[in-house]
DNA sequence: CAGAATCCTATACGATACTG
DNA sequence: CAGTATCGTATAGGATTCTG
């Protein structure tokens, strides 16, 4: 199975199954903070509080929950030093910095088309 | 800005600022159904029961609702057919169409590991 | 600093029934 | 066939407080 493949060598019929679980992975990508969180890891690893205030709007809770879903997914691993006060580094597993590959350019699209498609201006840095 | 530009040319910091307008589009683009239905309509155009049964476990007020969003949003067009009973067609806007060639290796690439993150087996037509 | 625990609410979502 | 309207619920998500 390859990227380059077309969707109905894949699902004859063009149908997406209900129980296929690739759904819970999209649903895990797509989550309300899921893309931000995981581009937000490409450059570099980030502890806590930076991830924090690079994701801006993110509340603890949600923060906490899409890193630990995406821990156990093995997109994102977590390194906890142990030192007082606390020092927790994130970063992105191989698998998980394939899958920004693959996000960069949809965030990148939406930037670029946001304007255009709410009618409204960019508010950029 | 093109696609292959760095996110901190774009946001200096690496900081993805609250209040920008391409939140509301990713959000669109990332709904329960978002992706499903526009990768759908990759292939051709279809009607509101073909669209239906292609992405399986859809409501239709759920599919309604998605629509209607991709419409407002110049993703997707809609033609009514002035015929008894009724002919809808959906389709790609090409705007729509370039969104979709970001989209479909994602879904190609949560279909290739699902399996392998979620540690059960895939469900394969 | 990096969370966990609680509580609370909006709304996303589904099921059902109805219609031109 | 292609929807809309209504209702009800689950849960995603936020605000706040607490702690090692």
Chains 1, 2 share one sequence.
Not at 9 to 33: Q, Y
Request: hydrophobic letters at 45%; charged letters at 20%; aromatic letters at 6%.
């Amino acid at each position: 199975m390859s990227v380059g493949m077309a969707l109905d060598e894949i699902f004859p019929g063009g149908t997406f199954p209900a129980n296929c679980p690739s759904r819970v992975v999209l649903d895990h990508v797509t989550s309300k903070w899921g893309v931000l969180v995981l581009v937000a890891l490409e450059r570099r690893t980030l502890r806590w509080g930076e991830l924090r205030r690079a994701v801006e709007g993110i509340s603890e809770k949600m923060l906490a929950q899409t890193l630990k879903t995406f821990e156990a997914d093995g997109l994102v691993v977590r390194e906890a030093l142990p030192v007082i006060p606390p020092h927790v580094e994130y970063s992105l597993t191989p698998l998980g910095a394939e899958l920004v590959t693959l996000l960069r350019p949809l965030l990148l699209w939406t930037l670029e088309n946001a304007e255009t498609m709410l009618g409204r201006p960019l508010n950029r840095p």
